[in-house]
Nanobody, 124 residues
Framework: VQLQASGGGLVQAGGSLRLSCAASGRTAGLYAMAWFRQPPGKEREFVASTAWSAGNTNYADSVKGRFTISSDNAKNMVYLQMNSLKPEDTAVYYC??????????????????WGKGTLVTVSS
């Protein structure tokens, strides 16, 4: 499975961005897709996830109510709509996929595939 994230950029605080992740290869066997982020000088952290077939989702507390994860299975795409962005949302955002999991409560160690990151910079 190959993942390609896009859509990052520079935005002012309070603004919005939409990240996209294109999945290719053996996507039919995937259980869930997720977004993680790595702020400058910090460890990679969970942002949001969605089960590929069931559609249930999970969010980090820091983004609940502001970010929305969605998927288009027919196009093998996953999206992260980010609204009301804050400077602390500045990070490299990564798309990831997992083959087997009991839930959408995921961490970095659970993920089987990673895409290259896309940088999101939120200015104050």
């Amino acid at each position: 499975v190959q993942l390609q994230a896009s859509g990052g950029g520079l935005v002012q605080a309070g603004g919005s961005l939409r990240l996209s992740c294109a999945a290719s290869g053996r996507t039919a066997g995937l259980y869930a897709m997720a977004w993680f982020r790595q702020p400058p000088g910090k460890e990679r952290e969970f942002v949001a996830s969605t089960a590929w077939s069931a559609g249930n989702t999970n969010y980090a507390d820091s983004v609940k109510g502001r970010f929305t994860i969605s998927s288009d299975n027919a196009k093998n795409m996953v999206y992260l709509q980010m609204n009301s962005l804050k400077p602390e949302d500045t990070a490299v955002y990564y798309c990831a996929a997992v083959v087997y999991s009991s839930s959408v409560y995921l961490n970095c160690r659970d993920m089987d595939y990673w895409g290259k990151g896309t940088l999101v910079t939120v200015s104050s």
